[in-house]
Each structure stands twice: as C-alpha cells, then as structure tokens.
Nanobody, 116 residues
Framework: QVRLVESGGGLVQAGGSLRLSCAAS????????MGWYRQAPGEQRELVAV???????QYGDAVKGRFTISTNKARNTANLQMNGLKPEDTAVYYC??????????WGQGTQVTVSS
C-alpha cells in the first residue's frame, strides 16, 4: 500500500505565501511524475503543477509565475511553494504520485484558504 500525506495548508491573507509538502510512504519508494492538483467547491479538480522524471515542469495557467514545484532526489516528496496567493487560489490541494500510466496515487488533500 502507498500513502501520500500532504501538509502545510492553512489560512493566509492575499499576497501571502504557503509551502505545501507531500510525503509518500509504503511499498513504493520512488515515483515518476509527481504533482499537485486542486479542487474548489463546485468546481472540477484542476492541474496546479507537475514535475516529470527529467525535471521538466508544467503549471496551470492560473498559477504560472507564482507557484513552484520541486521534489527530493529520492522522488518520494513533492513540495509546492505558493507565493502571491489570491482568494481564487482557495481550494483543497491534492498530491498526485504516478508510477506508470496505469498506476497512480492521490493524497487526501489539504485545505488552502486565502482571505481578501
């Protein structure tokens, strides 16, 4: 079994920063693509950022230039540095860890609330 645990969410004022972390544990110790997604109330889950095995990254249009994703060398921890937060960034943020095209895992989510 694999478990992804997110941390670092909370309440912050607009313009502030938060750093989310996702730590994986269990029978799989390294992952290929890792990423962050978010879901606001009444909305579909959307891409925030992913980082691939070669280090390339992809960001959702809404967060480009403000958020930065990184992983550790073991590729079992993913971090998301969020700067310049806006009220529209308010959502539950989910960690995603992919082993193959058919095998991936989700964390349970961490709430991020940005007040205006």
């Amino acid at each position: 079994q694999v478990r992804l645990v997110e941390s670092g969410g909370g309440l912050v004022q607009a313009g502030g920063s938060l750093r989310l972390s996702c730590a994986a544990s269990g029978r799989i110790t390294s992952f290929n693509t890792m990423g962050w997604y978010r879901q606001a109330p009444g909305e579909q889950r959307e891409l925030v950022a992913v980082i691939r095995p070669n280090g390339s990254t992809q960001y959702g249009d809404a967060v480009k230039g403000r958020f930065t994703i990184s992983t550790n060398k073991a590729r079992n921890t993913a971090n998301l540095q969020m700067n310049g937060l806006k009220p529209e960034d308010t959502a539950v943020y989910y960690c995603r860890a992919i082993v193959t095209a058919d095998v991936g895992y989700w964390g349970q989510g961490t709430q991020v609330t940005v007040s205006s």
